[in-house]
Every structure is written in structure tokens, then in C-alpha cells.
């Protein structure tokens, strides 16, 4: 079994999720996107031991909790990222466009690619390559448990926004028809911000689709 705990973090609310492999305690962590020490926190009081960070997209927003993470661990994890998100990680996420400052310090070890298959204890998660919100947006795919997490590709209702640098809007709506749409309808689509929804609401009330 897979469990999920979320956290509301940062300042323009992002999700984080810490899941664990309820059999042998082996967890992950997608998108940190601040205080670190909390996520840390909550894994080691359920005697879980993080090893991976997987990011959905390098916004500054999603990789914000990176460096806080690894330093309340005490000792070294990967990465994950997806390689064409890997020039705007080098750009802090984009901080400097909103007049703020990232130092992280570290670089992605483990790059992602469409398709792969990534193990949490005897959970199989795949990832999809969803560009066009960003270039090298990835969601991470659960059909056991019937879970998506979609980072800034679909929202309750809503959509990513495609303004900032590499941002595709047509590329988008091809990311999201091709890789989430087609997922059974009662997936559950946990987003990088606001509350969870599904693939069957999503396709009944999201006008920008
Ligand atoms: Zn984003
Ligand atoms: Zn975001």
C-alpha cells in the first residue's frame, strides 16, 4: 500500500507529498517545495526513511524545500528531474523573475524519462512526460493505488499556466488528452496546488479542456 501525506507549503501554497511503502518504510518525497525539516520531520516520527526526491517540474515553487530536505536528512539522496527541466533548475526555478533568491546548490542525479518505471517498496510508479507548462514536466502515474500526481499540468478545474519560459499552451492540452485523459476515470489527480480531483470530473467540468 501506498500512503500519502500532503503538505501545503511555501509561498504560493504548492503541494508536497511525502509517500511511503507501508510494508517497508521506504519513502520518497515529490516537489519539496520549502521547509524541509518539516517534511523530514513528519517521515521520521512514521519510522520512514526517505530516499529520493522526485520533481515534477524545476519551478522555484517545487524545488524550494530541496537543500532544507537533504540537510535535515544527513546524508545524500537523488534527485529525480526530468533532463529539459534541468536549464531552468540552473536558473533557480525562475526565482529571479518573481524577485526572489534560490540557492540550492545541488544538481538533478536522476533524470527522468517517459515511460520509466520508478519502485517505491512494492509500488511500481510510472512517469509521463508532460511538457508545455514547462518543457521537461513529468506527473508520476500509480495504477495500483489509481493515482496521478500531476505537478502544474491540470488543477480542479483549472489548467497550467503557459506564460512563463518554455511554457506551450497547444503542447499542454496535447500533454493532458494524451497522458492524463486517458487514464481510468476514477484516477485520482493530486496537483501541485489547491485540492485533489479526478480524471471523470476533469473531463466533465474543466472548461479548458
Ligand atoms: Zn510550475
Ligand atoms: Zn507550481
Redesign the pocket.
Given at each position: 500500500m501506498l500512503e500519502i501525506i500532503p503538505f501545503v507549503l511555501g509561498m504560493?501554497q504548492?503541494n508536497t507529498y511525502l509517500l511511503a511503502d507501508d510494508a517497508n518504510k521506504e519513502a520518497i518525497v515529490i516537489?519539496p517545495a520549502d521547509d524541509g525539516a518539516a517534511i523530514v520531520k513528519t517521515a521520521l516520527e512514521r519510522q520512514w526513511k526517505i530516499q529520493a526526491i522526485w520533481i515534477t517540474?524545476a519551478?522555484f515553487?517545487?524545488i524550494g524545500g530541496v537543500a532544507t530536505l537533504i540537510k535535515a536528512l544527513e546524508y545524500s539522496i537523488p534527485i529525480g528531474l526530468h533532463p529539459d527541466d534541468i536549464p531552468l533548475w540552473k536558473m533557480q526555478g525562475g526565482a529571479g523573475l518573481f524577485g526572489l533568491e534560490l540557492e540550492i546548490g545541488l544538481e538533478p542525479d536522476l533524470l527522468f524519462y517517459s515511460r520509466q518505471v520508478l519502485k517505491l517498496g512494492n509500488n511500481f510508479i510510472e512517469v509521463r512526460h508532460t511538457p508545455g507548462h514547462t518543457p521537461g514536466h513529468v506527473v508520476f502515474y500509480n495504477s495500483q493505488e489509481g493515482v496521478c500526481f500531476c505537478?502544474?499540468v491540470i488543477f480542479q478545474g483549472s489548467i497550467?499556466r503557459t506564460d512563463l519560459l518554455g511554457g506551450d499552451h497547444q503542447q499542454l492540452l496535447s500533454s493532458i488528452q494524451e497522458n492524463i485523459m486517458t487514464l481510468p476515470d476514477s484516477t485520482r489527480l493530486l496537483p501541485?496546488?489547491g485540492p485533489e480531483t479526478t480524471v471523470l470530473r476533469e473531463r466533465a467540468e474543466n472548461l479548458f479542456l
Open positions: 504560493v504548492t516537489d517540474h519551478h515553487d517545487h505537478g502544474d497550467g501541485g496546488h
